[in-house]
């Protein structure tokens, strides 16, 4: 093992046993609070026993242990199950159980033991070499403390939903209604947030001296780095183009953001669930709103981010970034599998000596199969969800209002469905017009 590599894994061991150490100190604190506070022995000896565990793990780690480190079995079914498909999917299971089991899940004790066992996984793969170069990039580090800020908030929301739905049932106000108590700008607003601006400049100085700014060499047009990578906050579209054409995700897909969110107060019937958190009352918005911005935002920025390696190709957690990794990607679109699959026939041709009228007649006869079923989701689907799954909505909301809702809604499902047919049958393109630069 030459230097280089040996300083890597002691340093590596260095940062695992000292955050293992900070995991120790603060379930202590959780102890304690759970034995003066709360007033729950049992917590506290059991948080007490996880801060001795996390605490052995982190003196075994400083002292280069072999035993701190994550199985090697475990990184390669973890890396032989991981893939955009798997991955995706998987997240989304994950939010329809955490949905049904929400009442579980927002247990303070059971959100705390999801934590340390967030932290255990993060610590033995910090022991792996390729999964430490991508985390402990000093650009990637602030993405993995805003996965874990996002989390918190996410269930700290979702705890106060339950709790007020609960209250709800018991006939009594929300808790927002019983801490409705008027507070004054000057002093008490004015100090929280000096106080507020206090601990967030101490905490980005003490960052600034911990990790060393994202520099990198002079642009040099004549190198370009792979992977090529965007800022974090627009890899969900560095992402995306890897399934649509840039006019769709870069243009059409933002523009329909935009307008959605713009359309949400007049298109919200619901007058419940105002000033206070609630799941019950707003359970679609709620499903929507989660579904949207984590699956379809906060995932992708995910996979651009910690999955995505030299030409762009997926890896693994733990998978060498291998630049020579070639992946076996078909580009197949619906027009090939109509009419060469299904029909047995070859792919009609569009003449070249055809005039404009013709040639228009030749491109649609030739996309007939993605033209007919892109009309009949966005024409006959909102009408058939009318009549079943959203008939309550179509009745409160009005013609007008529930098209454009479900319209929106259809566009939106849009993205997903495609990435699912790029994955299982490498559909490229359903509709497919270069001729007049239409391609989705």
């Known amino acids: 093992m030459h230097a280089g590599a040996s300083e890597l894994i002691e340093s590596t061991a260095t940062r695992v046993g000292w955050f293992y150490l ?20 049992t917590w ?34 973890v890396d032989g199950a991981l893939g955009p498909a798997t991955f995706s999917l998987g997240c989304f299971v994950t939010l329809v159980v955490l949905y049904l089991g929400r009442r579980f899940v927002v247990i303070p004790a059971v ?130 183009l890897t399934y649509s054409d840039a006019w769709n995700v870069g243009i059409v897909v933002p523009c329909l ?19 206070y958190y609630t799941i019950r009352e707003r359970r679609f918005a709620y499903l929507v709103f989660q579904f949207g911005f984590l699956q379809l935002w906060v995932l992708l920025i995910l996979i651009g981010t910690f999955m995505r390696g030299p030409n762009w190709a997926f890896f693994g957690l733990y998978e060498v970034r291998d630049p020579h990794k070639l992946s076996a990607l078909e580009n197949v679109k619906l027009s090939e599998y109509f009419w060469v699959t299904m029909l047995g026939r070859g792919v009609p041709q569009v003449p070249a000596d055809a005039g404009l009228p013709a040639k228009l007649g030749h491109v649609f006869w030739r996309e007939i199969a993605g033209v007919v079923s892109t009309v009949l989701y966005f024409v006959a689907l909102p ?56 391609n989705f």
């Open 44 to 77: 506290a000896i059991v948080w007490l026993l996880v801060a001795a565990a996390f605490g052995g793990l982190g003196g075994l780690a400083l002292g280069h242990s072999p035993l701190v480190v994550m199985p090697e079995s475990l990184k390669a079914a």
């Open 111 to 240: 959100g705390w033991a999801v934590l340390n066992g967030s932290w255990l996984f993060l610590g033995l793969s910090m022991t792996d070499a390729e999964f430490a170069a991508v985390v402990g990039q000093a650009d990637n580090v602030p993405i993995v403390v805003m996965v874990y800020l996002l989390a918190f908030f996410t269930w700290w929301g979702a705890a106060q939903a339950v709790e007020n739905d609960q209250r709800q049932k018991q006939g009594s106000p929300p808790l927002e209604k019983e801490h409705g108590e008027k507070v004054l700008v000057w002093p008490d607003l004015v100090y929280t947030e000096l106080i507020c601006m206090v601990l967030a400049t101490a905490v980005l100085v003490g960052w600034s001296l911990m990790l060393k700014a994202p520099l990198e060499q002079p642009a040099n047009p004549v190198v370009t780095p792979n992977p090529s990578k965007a800022p974090w906050y627009f890899l969900g579209l560095q992402e995306l």
């Open 22 to 41: 900070i995991a120790s100190a603060i379930n202590v604190a959780a102890a304690v609070r759970s034995w003066r506070k709360k007033r729950k022995p």
């Open 257 to 275: 953001v935009v307008l959605g969110l713009m359309a949400i107060p007049y298109l919200d019937f619901n007058r419940q669930g105002s000033g």
């Open 383 to 438: 009408p058939l969800l009318g009549r079943t799954a959203l008939r309550s909505f179509r009745r409160r909301m009005g013609f007008g209002r529930y098209t454009l809702m479900v319209l929106l809604l259809l566009a939106m499902a849009t993205l997903p469905l495609k990435m699912f047919l790029r994955w299982t049958f490498s559909v490229s393109y359903v509709v497919s017009m270069p001729e007049y630069l239409l």
